[in-house]
């Protein structure tokens, strides 16, 4: 069940419900998966993986697996030209090609269990798995660093010897080397004020420390790659992926050939969360193809997916805020270390970025560090590094409130960040709504309904977002003469953007949705598209959708200056009628009339913005602790989003019960267990404890709808911030239910148990 409050709203499509176009094919099974793909003559790859956490590779020998019948081609980092060169330069880490290409296909050393090292294709997964058996790999077993506390060490084993810890104070700048070599792979920090004398000042100061565990995205589908580099040197890649256009640009520099020369095309996916925007497969299938002249596939397993692609950071920090007798905070700092494991580039600066966004804070200081380990490349997960940043905050604000006998959320308005205000990496805060959230969960019959009964506790969060964006977006629209569009874009539809693009177009051309056809295309069929992430599709690419569309508008007005023999200024338009005096065509009519009156229609745009500015989500959760067992029932739930304005409230309602389950899930039960080696023991969907619908009540969400200026529908994304307030609301739950506070994620029986002294 969801709630809207939102202002009256002009719109005549968005808002509505319409059915998403790709619906039948997906529940029909008619849709095509990165495993469905099969071509004529297709070999079936398999990849060998690192049995050692740490270790250099003193040889690979693959000529028994070469020599077995039915083997066709054999690739190790070799086959990689990028390789061939000097090593990588850390101080660049964001889509770093050789980093990449070495997290791909291990050249020198092996830095976690499951590291691909070789891969073969044969003619069927069996001869496959028979030849990976006859590889002969002679290493040099290292020691390891699989935990925060051990690679941050003093004289801790160092994975990179080049690599030296990079200082930045903006997330994305390239920062200033500080020289000495470490672990830790970058610092960031953001300051504003006098923390010591804000410290002064404060009647209160509460300090904790917190640990979270490294987390799994969830998606269902496992990674799918297959390619098909033909005779004339042309390289066509079908995959699962978030990013078509991000695909083409590495595998064509990993293998040192033009972007031109290479196609990529996009299969359904079935789920990402940021852990897909990064393939691990599509250099390799490419290898084997050329190597083999025959197209190759390779689908890793669920194994393979847990131990040879990122999770999401664990994380440790430190955190401690200073208030007032009346609340008022003085100061704040929080220090954050978060695992990036095996290569530079965790989400620490998104975290850093955001841990105390909800609040106006005069004199702060946060510390984030970047740490690699003996750990697969961490990769993002929704809302990257602020979840895990937003549970230490707002543990802290929850326990501040405790302590002064103050309301929590009176004591998060009475420091509410508004419009004006400095966000904490700098920039002023825009139109968002924070204050809006915060007063309707205030507000909410969940939040005044009496919570009663022994062992029983509620808990409040709320999570600020700093929204991706600005990697640009293209869009083509194609008007049919029976009055239909065809919308053609780049942006990989993980969650209905098909449908939320073409109901942006819809409003803007005044038909209806169902009679826009949007469609995902490869690379060669649009302009360049920045990756699915950062939930920016509907605002970026929508941006696109829009701009081509006014100019549809333009040239059919045009048009129908021509017939009318009117001043194209004479024109007007208004809900999908072009008029002329008394004279008037629907857009239906006037599409039929292009081809008498200069030819076909189509328009294309492409579009940039700065990003699309902050989102905040809330929640309030209602749990029971049985104090003999540490079992967790949740009792209610109700979440909060600021979606701007709601494209598609069926959707939203969607995204936020998704990521709200996700956030529950890292809070209650999720993580990776790693042995003293390095070992994942819980490499399943057995052993990973997801939540599942006999765990969770339903889910209630509200729908605020702040408008975003910087869109014309005032569209925010709403797939990131909801995952971010469940960590800390359910401990805070937790919290007042037992009386102790809880700082450890996940919160496992044994794990309360263990906080509660029982074991």
Not at 77 to 98: C, E, H, K, M, Y
Not at 284 to 291: D, E, F, G, R, T
Not at 641 to 668: E, F, N, R, S
Not at 687 to 705: A, G, N
Request: aromatic fraction near 6%.
């Amino acid at each position: 069940m969801s709630t809207s409050i939102q202002k009256d709203k002009p719109y005549r499509i968005i808002g509505t419900t319409p059915i998403r176009h790709d619906g039948y094919e997906k529940v029909t099974g008619k849709a095509k998966y990165g495993a469905d793909i099969d071509l004529p003559g297709m070999l079936y790859g398999k990849i060998l993986r690192s049995p050692h956490a740490h270790a250099k590779i003193l040889s690979i020998n693959t000529k028994k697996a070469e020599a077995i019948p039915g083997v066709k081609s054999v690739a190790t980092a070799n086959d990689f030209p990028l390789l061939t060169n000097a090593g990588i330069d850390f101080s660049q880490v964001q889509r770093n090609p050789r980093m990449i290409a070495e997290n791909t296909l291990a050249k020198n050393k092996v830095l976690y269990i499951g590291h691909a090292i070789a891969a073969v294709a044969a003619n069927n997964p069996a001869i496959a798995e028979e030849a990976l058996k006859a590889i002969e790999v002679e290493y040099e077993i290292l020691p390891a660093v699989v935990s925060l506390k051990e690679a941050m060490a003093e004289n801790a084993p160092l994975l990179h010897e080049n690599l030296t810890t990079v200082f930045r104070e903006d997330r994305f700048s390239a920062g200033e080397d500080t020289g000495k070599n470490s672990n830790i792979a970058g610092h960031i920090q953001f300051q504003r004020g006098d923390i010591e004398q804000g410290f002064k000042e404060a009647d209160l100061i509460i300090e904790r420390e917190f640990n979270t565990e490294t987390v799994h995205q969830g998606y269902i589908e496992p990674f799918a790659a297959t390619a098909d580099w033909n005779n004339e040197g042309r390289l066509t890649i079908w995959t699962c992926t978030q990013g078509s256009f991000n695909v083409r640009s590495i595998t064509a520099n990993i293998l040192d050939i033009p972007e031109s020369t290479v196609k990529v095309i996009p299969t359904e996916i079935g789920g990402g969360f940021g852990g897909k925007g990064v393939g691990y497969l599509e250099p390799v299938v490419a290898i084997l193809s050329k190597k083999s002249g025959l197209p190759v596939k390779i689908i890793m397993s669920r194994k393979e997916v847990f131990e040879g692609t990122g999770p999401t950071s664990a994380t440790y920090s430190k955190c401690k805020i200073g208030v007032t007798s009346k609340g008022l905070i003085t100061a704040g700092y929080h220090y954050m270390a978060y695992e990036a494991g095996a290569f530079p580039g965790s989400p620490v600066g998104g975290g850093a970025m955001t841990s105390f966004g909800p609040y106006k804070i005069e004199n702060f200081l946060v510390d984030g560090y970047d740490v690699v380990c003996n750990k697969q490349k961490v990769q993002a997960y929704r809302a990257p590094g602020q979840p895990t940043a937003a549970f230490a905050v707002e543990c802290i604000i929850d326990e501040i409130a405790e302590k002064l006998n103050i309301d929590p959320l009176d004591l998060r308005l009475l420091n509410v960040a508004r419009k004006g205000d400095r966000m904490p990496s700098g920039p002023v805060l825009p139109e968002v709504g924070t204050e809006e959230i915060e007063k309707a969960m205030k507000n909410h019959p969940h939040y005044n309904t009496p919570l009663e009964g022994p062992n029983r506790g509620r808990g409040i969060a709320v999570g600020f977002r700093s929204q991706a964006g600005g990697t640009g977006s293209s869009a083509t629209l194609n008007v049919n003469s029976n009055g239909t569009v065809n919308l053609i874009t780049g942006s990989i539809d993980l969650s209905g953007t098909r449908l939320s693009l073409a109901m942006q177009a819809a409003e803007i051309l005044g038909i209806n949705a169902e009679d826009i056809n949007p469609s995902v295309v490869d690379t060669d069929s649009v302009g360049w598209t920045g990756g699915t992430g950062g939930s920016r599709i509907t605002f970026d690419t929508g941006l696109a959708v829009i701009s081509a569309s006014c100019e549809i508008i333009k040239q059919m007005s045009q048009r129908a200056a021509i017939l009318w023999e009117a001043k194209l200024e004479d024109i007007k338009f208004e809900n999908g009628v072009f008029s002329f005096g008394n004279d008037s065509y629907t857009f239906k009519e006037l599409s039929g009339k292009l081809m008498a009156t200069g030819g076909p229609i189509t328009c294309s745009a492409s579009d940039t913005q700065g990003g699309l500015g902050p989102i905040v989500a809330g929640n309030i959760i209602d749990v029971e602790v049985d104090p003999e067992t540490g079992k967790v029932d949740i009792l209610r739930c109700t979440a909060f989003i600021d979606a701007g304005t709601a494209m598609q409230p069926a959707y939203v309602d969607g995204q936020v019960q998704g990521a709200t389950v996700q956030g529950i899930g890292w809070a209650l039960n999720e993580e990776f267990f790693y042995t003293s080696d390095g070992t994942i023991a819980n490499s399943t969907l057995l052993d990973y404890r997801m939540p599942t619908t006999l765990d969770l009540p339903m889910i209630d969400s509200v729908i605020v709808e702040v408008p975003n200026p910087r869109h014309p529908f005032g569209v925010r994304g709403v797939g990131e911030a909801p995952i971010i307030p469940p960590l800390a609301a359910i401990a805070n739950a937790i919290s007042n239910a037992t009386n102790v506070r809880m700082t450890n994620l996940p919160l496992t029986p044994s794990s309360i148990l263990k906080t509660l002294n029982k074991i």
